[in-house]
């Protein structure tokens, strides 16, 4: 068990550049995830640290020592693949004690440890069998199986849950929190999957075209966006956005919206943070579903608009507010909500909660370190 | 619903007919090779040819044996005749002939396995390694060296038997072992590449990055992950390989003579003192299609795989 730092680190691959500047604490024994959407670099990230790339450029250490030009048989670490990359032509078993074999233990050494690790996950009944008889979860628990049986000083995930479906994933998502609170290893897994992260995570780190954009724990990411891009990517369903500008009026800063012209007072401490920076007039407001409300028409420092779907999610229900515009805002309200499509209503916002991005660079205006 | 089972079950019959008859088809010159091998040294020749007759394995005798007429009017006395083995007997009986010593096609069997089984191994090893450097390694000119090892395959290999002979007589490879292994295997491993190559190619990485992160080098890796998930590719190249060079006529005739001379090259020479024997050369055709087949079945797996490779893709 150990942890991983990652400073400087670049990946060109010819003209393309997959990962930038990339710095990365990874504290023992903890569970990171490296979120973001295909091609952001996460999974080149993942591979470099496994030792499978090697970075252009910057320093890899593990443990307090710097594996950078070390191959990937030399860093002492386990990889779950994607599709787990069982070897077909070998049984359960021997596919578990795989990575034993190539370091001199004997054969009794070797069965009591798969004995152990298949018992831990429940695996002990299928050992004989071959990769292609077993079922997607029975697939991913002997790829987990391989990579524990060494005790790596670290555990590296490639979404190995994206292939199942949905309802085993949440089962194997309790499974695999489990057992990394069981084996207490140091974990990074890499998933495009934002409820996996937020579920899953000690810690996110949301990266995107090759640029780490924020890490933090679920609910800082969740919460204090640093930017647009995080504050689209985490949540669902995700963040509505407004367009705004800001005016001045009496000496106070206010935000028009530039659908329809209506103005809102903002309270004191967003209006400074307007004021930090004067040259700005573009300014996206982001706001959670969560966090908007549905009062009567006509409401002060309220913006009009008219349901124009609702969505029964059970526990709560998700209304789709039109405004004038055309602006879908999507409201999170409680399933007695008695609205329907086409009622004329007012939202406002609790301001606490809302979070202001400058339009142009996408950087958050109430980003708090 | 029963006029659609109906049909089907006109359907199923007439591709039963069909493919029993294209079996029967291919098989007739098959049959008729057996069945020449068999027959007794005066039915050999006999017009209209006789449906029945008492199987004799007089040709087989022959294909093994070297002989001499007795001279016209000598015939062994019957202690002589009591002295003959068995085989002795039945050439004397069928043709009127002694048999002086053991025949050369033994020896041309043996030069043919050693030669197409050298070849096998060496085209197949050489054909795995090289498809798995271009499949897994950037190579430098990938393309074009690829380009170059197909180009071998693209002209008939007759066109440079001249050269080669020429060429194989001034360094004296001629009728030499090593000549006609290193001449096969140099056709055939473009061949190997390639197909192997598709094989690896359909191989995903991470099972080799798997191990390599589970502390094997990039050579275990090779012999214990890709190596074993190749057998299928490996097996048909292995018979394509093995039956090209156990059939090869040309190169053979040309270039070799004696000590490494082949079966193809030698079996149509069976002209004795009393015309061609026709026995001889069928007893030894059948007894040489022997290996091929015994490998083709014991493949046959394997070969299905191989040959329908690509058609299918998951």
Redesign the interface.
């Known amino acids: 068990m150990a942890d991983i730092v990652l400073k400087n680190v670049y990946k060109r691959f010819g003209d393309f550049t997959a990962v930038k500047d990339l710095n990365l604490n990874v504290f023992d024994k903890e569970f990171l995830v490296l979120l973001g959407p295909s091609g952001c670099g996460k999974t080149t990230t993942l591979r470099m640290i496994?030792?499978?790339e090697l970075p252009s450029e910057g320093q890899i250490i593990l443990d307090n020592e710097d594996v950078t030009q070390k191959?990937?048989?030399r860093?002492?670490?386990?990889?779950v693949?994607?599709?787990f990359?069982l070897?077909?032509?070998l049984s359960v078993y021997n596919n578990i004690s795989?990575?034993l074999k190539?370091?001199g233990i004997d054969k009794k050494q070797i069965e009591v440890e798969v004995q152990k690790i298949a018992k831990l996950l429940q695996i002990d009944h299928i050992l004989k069998k071959k990769p292609k008889q077993l079922s997607g979860g029975d697939l991913q628990r002997v790829a987990l199986g391989?990579g524990l049986i060494?005790k790596p000083k670290a555990m590296l995930l490639d979404e190995p849950i994206g292939t199942l479906d949905a309802k085993f994933r949440e089962e194997m998502r309790t499974e695999l929190k489990n057992l990394h609170i069981d084996s207490g290893s140091t974990t990074v897994y890499v998933t495009h999957d934002q409820v996996e992260a937020m579920d899953m995570g000690d810690r996110i780190a949301v990266m995107n075209h090759s640029l780490l954009q924020q890490i933090g724990e679920p609910h800082e990411v969740y919460s204090n966006p640093k930017n647009l891009f995080v504050a689209q990517f985490i949540g669902s369903p995700g963040m509505n956005f407004l367009e705004m500008e800001s005016v001045t009026s009496d000496g106070k800063v206010l935000l028009k919206f530039t659908g329809d012209g209506t103005t809102i007072i903002l309270p004191d401490f967003l209006e400074e943070k307007i004021n930090n920076k004067k040259e700005l007039s573009k300014i996206t407001w982001g706001v959670r579903p969560e966090d908007v409300e549905i009062v009567p028409e006509g409401t002060k420092n309220s913006l009009r608009g008219a349901v124009f779907v609702i969505e029964n999610m059970g526990n709560h229900k998700i209304i789709d507010i039109k405004l004038k515009d055309g602006t879908l805002i999507r409201v999170r309200e409680l399933p007695k909500s008695k609205l329907r499509i086409g009622d004329n209503v007012s939202i406002t916002f609790d301001m606490k909660m809302v979070r202001l991005f400058d339009t142009e660079s996408g950087d958050s205006i109430v980003f708090q370190e | 619903m029963a006029e659609i089972r109906q049909y089907k079950g006109i359907k199923h019959y007439l591709v039963i007919i069909v493919l029993i008859s294209i079996t029967v088809i291919m098989m007739i010159p098959l049959f008729y090779i057996v069945n020449t091998s068999f027959r007794p040294w005066a039915e050999i020749k006999s017009y209209p040819p006789k449906l029945v007759y008492e199987p004799s394995i007089g040709s087989y005798i022959r294909v093994f044996t070297a002989r001499t007429v007795y001279p016209s009017g000598t015939t062994p006395s019957d202690e002589e005749l009591a002295a003959m083995t068995w085989y002795e007997q039945i050439v004397y009986k069928d043709t009127n002939e002694e048999v002086v010593r053991r025949g050369d096609f033994p020896k041309r069997y043996a030069n043919s396995l050693l030669i197409s089984i050298t070849t096998t191994l060496l085209t197949v090893i050489l054909g795995t390694i090289a498809a798995y450097g271009f499949s897994r390694f950037k190579v430098r000119g990938e393309g074009n060296l690829l380009f170059f090892i197909l180009s071998t395959r693209m002209l008939p290999p007759v066109i440079v038997v001249i050269p080669v002979f020429l060429m194989y007589r001034t360094v004296g490879l001629n009728d030499s072992y090593i000549g006609l292994i290193l001449l096969y295997t140099a056709f055939n491993v473009s061949f190997a590449v390639w197909v192997l190559k598709g094989f690896i190619d359909e191989i995903?990485r991470?099972?080799e990055?798997?191990?390599?992160?589970?502390?094997?080098?990039r050579w275990?890796t090779f012999r214990k992950?890709v190596l074993?998930?190749s057998v299928t590719g490996i097996a048909a190249t292995a018979v394509f390989v093995f039956i090209f060079s156990w059939n090869e006529y040309a190169f053979a005739f040309l270039l070799t003579r004696n000590t490494a001379q082949t079966v193809p090259a030698w079996l149509p020479y069976q002209m004795g003192v009393l015309g061609y024997d026709w026995g001889a050369a069928a007893a030894g055709s059948v007894l040489f299609l022997i290996p091929a087949m015994i490998l083709t079945i014991l493949l046959r797996k394997h070969l299905v795989r191989g040959i329908s490779f690509g058609a299918i893709r998951k």
């Open positions: 496994s030792g499978l191959r990937a048989s860093r002492d670490i386990a990889f693949f994607q599709l990359a070897y077909p032509h795989f990575p190539t370091q391989r060494r | 995903p991470e099972y990055e798997a191990a390599m992160v589970d502390g094997y080098t275990e992950v074993p998930q």
